[in-house]
């Protein structure tokens, strides 16, 4: 007797351990190119002699640039394929990183944001999908919330570049924003080697070819799901539609009071050390380096319980706790704490901010029917980048009026609504496959919250 599983049924093998560096690589670029230019702001800052509303602009480019990606890019790879988009969004990626160290103006600098922050909000998307629609159910939370983690290695990873770099001088910028082209030659030859999606294959008709995918890579005992429904066509007004509406606005609300405050802090964290008073012999540069390294500790936790104890309380209980944390740090912020307290705290506030991060690319995943999965991911990412762009323009100038702790307050309540929005509308989505999440809103259908159970066949 040959036993037949699902492509959601069978343990993880090589191949998704494959998959997850090829399209966690995207993630890390995106990290990248969000970190590397706060760094490089506190340099070009005096250079260019900005106010505080052109920095502004600048910082904004990018998550400008991430709605449009976000939204086009989602919808296309529901139209033209998850590896077609995957190529053309990392070339995108090299000709507009290169480009960044001959600007002369900082009109220049916010063309070239606009343009990689467009291949970065596409590229949420793009991987989130791919690697969603290959993984075991049973690990899909491990795997879609690794490339979360991947995220913040890349984040990590330019403050630590931007930091070493710092020392060649007055054109170090220049050579900080153009390293983001390394990493992403690298992953566009890697990623000629990978297939295109079962799923997304049989959502257009391809049926066969679908099959022959899966079957050249895991044999021929795993098929694909047997509550399938092919050749759908993809309509952009489909995530309002038939009972996905609630979704798309729980996504959009719960994901935008995640990015908004935390991408405006990341992006200043420099600055924001100097405010608390370290801003002599570039311990505000070591600071945010150390900080952004130590966010990983909270991703460690949170990939190992999605899978275990659910996906709500992985997403409520940290919005709260980072609340808790910006109101210490805005009551305690002209204190003169010791740089090891401030550092403490924010990393406290970073744990568990980046902790709930991963629901942003597995709810949307998991809620969405294959037809529009990737739509629904980027109209996540399109919208809360406008809140995040907004924050993050609105940010220096809070801070510069308000001062330190009504900025820190300001945070800490953006959390706290994300806190009970989370709480109100959050679903749990633990141990089901992409078939039974997708229709949890539809009361017609019931699924049980267990796996389905193996089949065999002669």
């Known amino acids: ?214 079957q050249k890579i895991f044999g021929k005992g795993v098929i694909l799901s047997e509550s399938f429904e092919y050749k759908e066509k993809t309509s952009f007004m489909d995530i309002f539609k038939n009972g996905y509406g609630k ?48 966010y990983l500790v909270g991703l460690l936790p949170a990939i190992y319980l999605v899978d275990k104890i659910g996906r709500r309380p992985v997403l409520i209980w940290p919005f709260l706790v980072s609340s808790v944390v910006l109101v210490v740090l805005g009551i305690t912020s002209s204190w003169q704490m010791s740089f090891a307290l401030t550092i403490t705290l924010f990393v406290i506030y970073g744990i568990f901010n980046t902790s709930m991060n991963i629901h942003q690319w597995i709810y949307p995943n998991e809620l969405f029917p294959t037809k529009i999965r990737g739509t629904a991911v980027g109209f996540g990412t399109g919208v809360s980048r406008i809140g995040a762009s907004l924050s993050t323009f609105l940010f220096p100038l809070i801070l510069s009026k308000y001062g330190l702790e009504v900025t820190m307050y300001c945070c800490a309540a953006l959390f706290f609504v994300g806190f009970l929005i989370s709480f109100m509308m959050a679903p749990e989505t633990r141990n089901m496959t992409l078939a039974e999440t997708s229709t949890l809103n539809k009361p017609s259908i019931k699924f049980s919250s267990k796996p389905s159970p193996k089949r065999e066949t002669v």
């Open 247 to 294: 979704w798309t606005l729980f996504i959009a609300l719960f994901w935008t009071l995640q990015v908004a405050p935390a991408f405006a802090i990341a992006t200043y964290i420099p600055q924001v050390l100097g405010e608390f008073g370290f801003a002599d012999g570039n311990m505000e540069y070591l600071g945010s380096a150390i900080m952004s390294l130590f």
């Open 1 to 214: 007797m040959s036993r037949v599983r699902t492509l959601e049924e069978i343990p993880l093998r090589k191949f998704h351990w494959q998959m997850f560096f090829y399209t966690g690589g995207g993630a890390f670029i995106d990290g990248y190119i969000i970190g590397i230019i706060a760094v490089a702001l506190a340099v070009l800052q005096p250079q260019f002699d900005m106010s505080l509303t052109l920095v502004g602009m600048i910082a904004m480019a990018t998550y400008v640039g991430m709605f449009f990606g976000g939204i086009i890019g989602g919808y296309l790879t529901d139209i033209i394929g998850r590896k077609t988009m995957f190529l053309l969004d990392l070339g995108l990626f090299v000709l507009a990183s290169i480009p960044q160290f001959f600007v002369t103006d900082p009109a220049q600098l916010i063309i070239w944001r606009f343009i990689l922050g467009f291949a970065v909000g596409a590229d949420n998307p793009i991987s989130a999908t791919y690697m969603a629609e290959f993984a075991p159910s049973k690990q899909r939370g491990v795997l879609l919330g690794g490339l979360i983690a991947l995220w913040y290695v890349g984040y990590g990873a330019s403050y630590l570049v931007g930091y070493w770099l710092l020392a060649l001088g007055d054109d170090s910028w220049r050579w900080m924003l153009t390293s983001s082209a390394i990493p992403a030659i690298i992953l566009l030859f890697a990623r000629l080697k990978m297939p295109e999606s079962p799923l997304w294959l049989a959502s257009k008709g391809k049926v066969k070819e679908a099959n022959a995918i899966i």
